[in-house]
């Protein structure tokens, strides 16, 4: 009996997996717990295992296609049994028809539906807007046939989607293909010029570019984590009114406590460690600094649940510590080098990626001296820690002296903290770790009007 294998849900937050890679083929044999997939969420990755023994009957999805929870991936039984049955809807696929156009209709049935609609004309290069929108079976077939690679074609038909009209448009345009440029064209997905160098615009092999290609640069399509990451980061940056403040505090108070605990042969702490202790005492001062901008409204939590952002090889990951004001020095050191080490493996759950709701992200160790963090929205601020610089202070003497300074760079969202709260807040931070790190806040500041 066939049976269809789901994308699982990794989180109750998680609605659809990226599916990064196959591990089987059609017509394969396969044991129940087999590893069938690579799948990734929210910056962590998993494998998608066969919950049954028998032959890969189908595979519904491609690799780098965003796939719904509970969707049908493939389908495992018996050579010969039918499964279509279990084939999964999938809007602006390459497999299964849209609303607006029936898999079985004729090309001038699809134009009708569109015409008045488009605003491309067909065969129309573009940014790759087609590709996202899907294509239709029939043009996917005619594009493998003719050697039309569609990475650069504008779709004409429903949501932008890719038709065979498009396919053949194309065709007219483009110049004859020389035998390898053919090749090149069907095989490698490579695109002519609009006329090429060969006898009568034929277009040779030299001629042959990859799409969106730019002379003397390769281009790679941005998928996977790193699409992710981009659609956030544009989406916090057009979502909010962000502004940085930079500050400096004095490394001397750190240094020296930190000395001072080894020698009592205590649990070692780092300097990011400390910070981030110094954050949440911070924050027990300045409340509307812990919150979440929501539009018309302020979210403001009673219990800090620090973002502690991690370079992994697979891109730039900010696991959660929950109840992080509940936490002592060494249960935060703990609990963040635990879950740093976690996203470097691969193996933290999804749901320990969300619900932060203030980031703490380091570049110092690289060298970085201050930068412009990102918000995490909704987020209403993130704080960037620098790399330690050498600068002068005057003793009360009046003599110059230097001593070790760290950078510190507060991202603020100013729809919904202003600049003098957040530099109060960030004064509160260094005063803090200048005169007790590790410690309670001493003397809480009260808001200056």
Known sequence: ?????IMPRQG???ESCILTEWKVSIGDEVSEGEVLAVIETDKASFDLESTSSGQVLALFWEEEDDVPVLANVAVIGTEGENWEEFRPPKSGSGET??????KDSSPQEVSLVTEESRTPEPGELSNGIGIAAGISPRARKLADRMAISIEDLQGTGPGGRIIE?????????RPRLSPVAAVMA???AMNPPFRGSG????????DMRR?????????EPVRGIRKVIAERMMKSLSSTAQLTLHSFFELTAVQVLRKQRLEEGKPKVSINDLIAHGLLEAIQAHPEMNAHFLGDKMAIFEKVHLGVAVDTPRGLMVPVVRNASDLSLEDLSGTIGKAALQCREGSLSPDDLTGGSFTLTNLGMLGVETFTPVLNAPEVAILGVGGIVLRPKRLDSGEIVFADFLPLSLTIDHQAVDGS??????QTLVDHMEKNPGGKLSQPKEPQP
């Open 421 to 426: 709260p957040a530099a109060r807040f960030l």
């Open 97 to 102: 028809p849209i609303a607006g156009e029936d």
């Open 211 to 219: 799409p969106g290609a730019i002379e003397g640069a390769e281009v």
């Open 12 to 14: 109750q937050s998680v």
């Open 199 to 206: 006898l009568a615009g034929m277009a040779l092999g030299s």
């Open 165 to 173: 009209r498009d396919i053949r448009s194309f065709a007219k345009k």
């Open 1 to 5: 009996m066939a049976v269809p294998i």
């Open 186 to 188: 069907r095989e490698n």
